[in-house]
Every structure is written in C-alpha cells, then in structure tokens.
C-alpha cells in the first residue's frame, strides 16, 4: 500500500504543476499505468495526443502496437509499468525541448525510486538518449543490455517509429525477445 500511496501522491504533484509551458495546453497529465509491484519499466518520451486525451500512456496507434509485442513476448499487464519523460504533451507531437526534460525528469526519477524496477526499457531515441547515454543511436544499439546499479536497461524503437517504418518490426521482434529472456532470469 506504501508504494500506491507514494504513486497517487506523486500524480498529485504532477497534475498540479507548472514548471514549464506544456502546463497550458495540456488537457491531461499522463502520469504512468501499470503495476507497481512490476520489475519491468517502459520508458517514452512523452505523451501524444490520444494519451493527452486520456491521461493514460500508450492508448493511441502506437500503444496498439506495443501491446502486440507485449502479447509476442508474454508480458502481462501485471509485469510492467509505463511512464513518460515528460508528464505532458508537447504540441503537435513535436520532440520534447531540453527545458521541458528538465524540469519533468524529477518526477520520473521519483517513479523510479517507487516502483524499483529490475529492468527497464527505453522505447525510443529520445528516452535511451536521455536515460543511458545523451549520444545513443537507436538504430545501432537497441536490443543491446546495459547495466545502471544493478538495473538492466534496453532501448529499443520507439512503436511510433515501427508504424512510420514497418521494415524494424523483425528487428523489434528479437528485442522483445531479450527482453522476455531477462524477465524469466529473475
């Protein structure tokens, strides 16, 4: 219960914030979904605008299709949790500005700190770049394990990016894959 009360606290927090411009066009603060007591944790960027809509990450095109790998790789709803970089949708999809990373990194920081994932899984350029190295190419080192206190980490394409590039799907196939692999070491 501890974990839910730091989580609804936190969303709380988030919803009420004004730290960037983002604040003034959202509809919603898409905070995360998931299980708390999960080890594995998705990353993106930011919500679109089917999760501003919502407050709920990962419910548009690309959501649709993550959950198709999520069925491939045996992943329940159980044994995951979802969150953004940023809490907010930046207009038109547009990629998030540095500024607006900033002051949103926080929060997801204290999602970590919550929920304590074994692994986690940037979905995206933007995520990996941010969470494990600020010159990461998605296209050369997703699928690669990489290791922060004692967490496992991946990147692999963003599902926006699939849906853009249909050839990655294969590609994606085999790092989820990895990624199901992983979670049955545990």
């Not at 839910?4 to 919603?28: F, V, Y």
């Not at 991946?154 to 590039?165: I, K, S």
Request: charged letters at 25%; aromatic letters at 6%; one cysteine or more.
């Amino acid at each position: 219960m501890e974990k839910t009360q730091a989580l609804d606290a936190l969303a709380k927090t988030c919803a009420a914030c004004e730290k960037c411009a983002l604040c003034q066009t959202r509809t919603n603060v898409v905070f995360g979904r998931g299980s708390e007591n999960a080890s594995l944790l998705f990353i993106g960027e930011a919500p679109g605008e089917n999760e501003d809509k919502t407050g709920l990450p990962f419910v548009g095109a690309a959501g649709k299709l993550l959950d198709r790998y999520l069925a491939y790789a045996e992943i329940g709803e159980d044994d995951y949790y979802i969150a953004n970089i940023l809490k907010c949708r930046p207009p038109h999809n547009r990629d998030p500005l540095p500024a607006e990373e900033e002051a949103c990194i926080p929060y997801l920081r204290e999602q970590l700190a919550i929920l304590q994932p074994k692994i986690i899984v940037c979905l995206g350029r933007i995520s990996a770049m941010r969470i494990i190295s600020p010159d990461f190419r998605i296209t050369k080192q997703h699928g690669q394990w990489f290791e922060n206190g004692g967490v496992k980490i991946m990147a692999v394409y963003h599902p926006a990016a699939l849906l853009r590039d249909p050839r990655k799907k294969e590609e994606m196939l085999l790092d989820f894959k990895k990624i199901r692999e992983a979670m049955l070491a545990l």
